[in-house]
């Protein structure tokens, strides 16, 4: 069966800042990737997706997140942080059904 | 094009009442998905369900916790004399039919949520 493991509950980073948030899996084979935002009191909303092709894959807001297989990683990166970026992010990986992480809560500060 | 609609948004019950969360996926959507999100915790799958089948039910507790997609009308999340911690926030999402070969090979939208609170 496959999992997902967030590294960190919460992640803090000032405005302009890289934001890196971890994710790695485990899978018996390669599954489908995803990283989902969550914005307060809101629900889930797709940021990328890793299906097949290629590994860097460019989602919305400026994120993009790189499927190494070696690594089991599937982290997610933003060159520079804004304040709107706040918000909780999910990891989540699809194989026969869809299992999400913990979650990472960022946040900006000015 | 409306999204996934939950309703209601926030529900109180007292223990031992029912609870009733209803969830209409996007228009032309015939996959729905319950998750459960506690305090801290990332969501917890419970139940999958395509019109007037439930698919998966692996997560959803054996007592108290029913769901229901019927031909017409909304999904139905159903939980019989609710306790303290059945308190959580709990999301409905749904993904077209050709979602992928995989269960959940596609994009899931989700809905706003219903928090229920238990007192």
């Known amino acids: 069966a496959q999992s997902v493991t967030q590294l960190g509950s919460h992640v803090s980073v000032s405005e302009g800042a890289l934001v890196l948030l971890r994710c790695n899996y485990s899978?018996?084979?390669?599954?489908?990737l995803f990283w989902y935002v969550q914005y307060p009191n809101q629900g889930l909303q797709l940021l990328l997706k890793?299906?097949?092709?290629?590994?860097l894959v460019k989602g919305i807001n400026g994120f993009e997140a790189e499927f190494k297989k070696s690594e089991t990683s599937f982290h997610l990166t933003k060159p520079s942080a804004h304040m709107s970026d706040a918000a909780e992010y999910f990891c989540?990986?699809?194989?026969?059904?869809?299992?999400f992480g913990a979650g990472t809560r960022l946040t900006v500060k000015p | 094009n409306a999204g996934v609609m939950q309703n209601p948004r926030h529900l109180v019950r007292r223990r031992g009442q029912e609870a009733r969360l209803r969830c209409s996926p996007m228009?032309?959507?015939?996959?729905v998905y319950w998750y459960r999100q506690l305090p801290e915790e990332g969501l917890k799958f419970m139940v999958y369900?395509?019109?007037?089948?439930?698919?998966?039910e692996s997560g959803m507790p054996k007592e108290r916790f029913s769901a229901e997609f019927p031909k017409e009308g909304p999904s139905i999340l159903r939980i019989q004399q609710v306790v303290r911690g059945d308190s959580a926030a709990y999301f409905c999402?749904?993904?077209?039919?050709?979602?992928?070969?995989?269960?959940?090979?596609?994009?899931?939208?989700f809905g706003e949520g219903s928090r229920l609170t238990v007192l």
């Open positions: 890793y299906t097949t092709g290629a590994t």
């Open positions: 369900l395509q019109k007037e089948n439930i698919i998966d």
């Open positions: 989540a990986v699809s194989l026969n059904d869809m299992r």
């Open positions: 899978s018996s084979v390669p599954p489908y």
């Open positions: 228009k032309g959507h015939s996959h």
């Open positions: 999402a749904s993904s077209p039919p050709d979602a992928g070969g995989a269960m959940f090979a596609g994009e899931l939208f």
